[in-house]
């Protein structure tokens, strides 16, 4: 791996406004990344290093791109971006980040893509709700003007299909519905007649790294995204592959994702006993990060 000098901005994303967690995630990551700055929603408090941003938790990706404008002077080489609610593995600091991670210091990170002209299939789940987000979808809206920002659908085509991201009607068939909701969301796409105006690409967003000579242009496509209230699980993973040559996931890292939902989140919180020490210290190996960890529910004699 290339050895280069690195300045890393470690950026918190809060979905919603709760101070107590401030703190204790500022003593989880201050000696280990110099750089730590929490993006709280409406904060109207006097800590240096925490950004207000403004926006629905439902378009972070504003949050990303108003933070930027704050701290774009700072020289900073690398933004790595996790999850209020997220646990990332403690060996991780700013000096050792992308040898542990395997990334090479020019490339950007982001866990897993959604293709959604295909059938969803993650850890037992068959469809993926949010894919309707994107049936319908326009740049072109009133009172926003954005197409002269994004690149054109033929641009945007050619870009992401570099990638193998295809740019075709959405196939009802990739929605497998089990409950009322996913009936529904079935439903509103047939209505709509599942189509899909401009390229996009769906993706796990609760953690991500960018390169500093590709964040002016994604944080710039990000808030084109926010305005038009694009779906954040589809704003950020478009705004990567459009601004980005090089993208790894987690297919191709050392470290692996470890988002856990139902059982598995109930089994962990029993293993731990909602112990944050106890997590921290017996944390697994290979994993990047952990996810959700609600830190309000979790008890810690340190943090």
């Not at 997220?86 to 992308?98: A, D, T, V």
């Not at 040898?99 to 959604?116: F, N, S």
């Not at 109930?266 to 006993?273: D, P």
Request: with cysteine.
């Amino acid at each position: 791996m290339n050895k280069m000098k690195t300045k890393i901005a470690l950026l918190i994303v809060y979905n919603h406004r709760y101070d107590k967690n401030i703190p204790r995630l500022e003593n989880i990551y201050k000696d280990r990344f110099s750089y730590v700055y929490h993006l709280v929603p409406f904060y109207d408090g006097v800590q240096k290093n925490v950004i207000p941003v403004y926006e629905s938790s439902y378009y972070f990706q504003s949050y990303i791109a108003q933070a930027y404008t704050h701290i774009n002077k700072e020289g900073f080489t690398h933004f790595f971006i996790v999850a209020d609610d997220m646990i990332i593995n403690p060996s991780l600091n700013e000096g050792n980040l992308h040898e542990k991670l395997g990334l090479q210091q020019d490339e950007c990170y982001l866990p897993r893509t959604i293709i959604l002209q295909e059938k969803y299939n993650f850890k037992g789940k068959r469809w993926w709700g949010y894919t309707q987000k994107a049936v319908g979808y326009s740049i072109e809206q009133r009172g926003v003007e954005v197409k002269s920002i994004l690149p054109s659908v033929h641009e945007a085509q050619k870009i992401l299909e570099q990638f193998g991201i295809p740019f075709c009607d959405i196939p009802i068939t990739t929605i497998t519905p089990k409950t009322k909701v996913g009936m529904k969301l079935a439903w509103d796409c047939i209505k709509k007649k599942c189509k899909l105006y401009y390229p996009l690409v769906g993706g796990y967003v609760d953690t991500f790294i960018v390169t500093a000579d590709v964040m002016p242009k994604f944080c710039q496509y990000c808030g084109a995204f926010s305005a038009t209230k694009l779906f954040v699980e589809i704003a950020i993973p478009t705004a990567l592959f459009l601004s980005a040559t090089k993208i790894k996931m987690d297919k191709d890292v050392k470290l692996h994702e470890g988002d856990l939902w139902n059982d598995d989140q109930i089994a962990l919180c029993k293993k731990y006993g909602y112990d944050l020490d106890k997590l921290l210290e017996s944390y697994p190996q290979n994993v990047l990060f952990i996810h959700p960890v609600k830190l309000s529910k979790w008890k810690s004699s340190r943090f």
